[in-house]
């Protein structure tokens, strides 16, 4: 799933020993995976934060959790550590966190995403527009919000039902609704006044 060098090992390790309390691990993760806004990110996972579904794997004098759910974006992925005259950086290279490798298994949210960035939002930046997913609710409705020129754009109600979720519900029939989440008080980047 992803590689960590010897020496992003050893400076994990390192980490990790400093923190006070005992059996904290590091958790490995994709923020939007699929998107172009992916980052992927290490964070300290103190006992009881890991989430269901997290894959453990146990290193020399740590423990890392992976998110299940990014693991598809995790593929490839390299995390390394290099000293410099500052100290050192940590990297991490995951040439597939951006890739939309979503499938009909992936979860709904990442279908979401997939289809709003490589379908819809390529339209509305002829606009200098952009729709984006805030969450989707237990009742699997998709919480969106406006921005660029569609933020308090007179025509933002034609293109949240005629294009933006009529597209979603044909093509994910188990999202029951779309919601505007979007302040369109603020007209200042509107495309139409």
């Excluded at 390790?13 to 990110?41: N, S």
């Excluded at 740590?62 to 995790?74: N, P």
């Excluded at 949210?109 to 527009?129: F, K, M, S, T, V």
């Excluded at 969450?135 to 039902?161: P, R, S, W």
Aim: charged share 25%; aromatic share 8%.
């Amino acid at each position: 799933m992803i590689e960590i060098s010897a020496s992003a090992q050893q400076y994990l390790k390192e980490l990790l020993e400093k923190q006070e309390e005992e059996g904290v691990a590091i958790r490995v993760f994709v923020a939007q995976p699929g998107t172009p806004h992916a980052e992927t990110c290490i964070a300290y996972c103190r006992p009881g934060e890991e989430q269901e579904g997290d894959i453990a794997v146990e290193y020399d004098g740590f423990r890392a959790w992976f998110e299940g759910r990014s693991e598809q974006y995790l593929l490839d992925a390299v995390v390394d550590y290099q000293e410099d005259q500052m100290g050192g950086q940590l990297t991490i290279k995951a040439p597939n966190a951006r890739i939309p490798n979503v499938s009909e298994d992936s979860p709904l949210e990442d279908r979401i995403n997939y289809i709003l960035y490589n379908e819809i939002n390529p339209g509305l930046a002829a606009h200098g527009g952009m729709v984006t997913l805030v969450e989707l609710t237990d009742n699997n409705e998709a919480v969106l919000q406006f921005g660029g020129g569609c933020q308090g754009c007179a025509a933002v109600d034609i293109t949240l039902k005629n294009s933006v979720e009529a597209t979603l519900l044909e093509r994910l029939p188990e999202l029951t609704g779309v919601l505007d989440q979007t302040d369109h008080t603020f007209t200042e980047n509107a495309y139409y006044s």
